[in-house]
């Protein structure tokens, strides 16, 4: 068993169009491509884990959502960034598609992706980390037993605290979370 870094999609690696699964939009965060490669190159798999409340609200359909995530693997694969695989939790409780119009165990902050990845990969979740740009992913990373790093760029609104909540680190930028993380590692 092998550690992981799990990482956000929309606001984290990618530059968040909310609700936008338009492939020719699609902007890798400043310094995401550079940051997982580090990463990988010291020992690290990588899975990319969202949520796509889009999904159920009816904002788009799944043929839309694969389209912008091939589109995705093509831009880390230019990259020289391979993630071991995606995970997308499809639901909302109050979403008009059915049957994705429900409460999960998928939803961030619910750690139900980061545990099925864990069981279809083999990873060693105590090693292993979440970088996400809300508190709903520090959350869904500490709940499955990983350390979390808040990327904070001005994409949290709600603030709510609580101690799932606490990140083990709040980066500005990707450099600062890279650096910190790798440094960690090597501690622990």
């Not at 997982?36 to 788009?60: D, E, I, K, M, T």
């Not at 839309?64 to 997308?88: H, I, K, M, N, S």
């Not at 990845?117 to 980390?129: G, N, T, Y």
């Amino acid at each position: 068993m092998g550690p992981a870094v799990f990482v956000d999609k929309d606001g984290t690696l990618v530059i968040d169009e909310p609700f936008d699964v338009d492939p020719s939009k699609l902007r890798l965060m400043p310094g995401a491509a550079d940051a997982l490669r580090a990463f990988a190159a010291a020992g690290y798999r990588l899975f990319v884990v969202s949520n796509q409340p889009g999904l159920a609200l009816g904002r788009f359909a799944m043929q839309d959502l694969r389209r912008y995530l091939e589109r995705l693997q093509c831009v880390l694969a230019g990259e020289r960034v391979f993630p071991t695989a995606y995970y997308c939790c499809p639901h909302h409780p109050e979403g008009v598609v059915l049957p994705w119009r429900r409460r999960c165990d998928c939803r961030k902050p619910a750690a139900g992706l980061l545990l099925q990845a864990a069981r279809e990969h083999h990873i060693d979740l105590a090693r292993s980390w979440m970088i996400g740009d809300i508190l709903d992913d520090v959350e869904a990373g500490h709940r499955a037993g990983c350390r979390s790093i808040l990327l904070d760029v001005g994409n949290e609104s709600e603030w709510r605290r609580g101690p799932q909540r606490q990140p083990d680190h709040v980066g500005r930028d990707f450099s600062d979370v890279t650096r910190w993380l790798l440094s960690e590692s090597r501690l622990g």
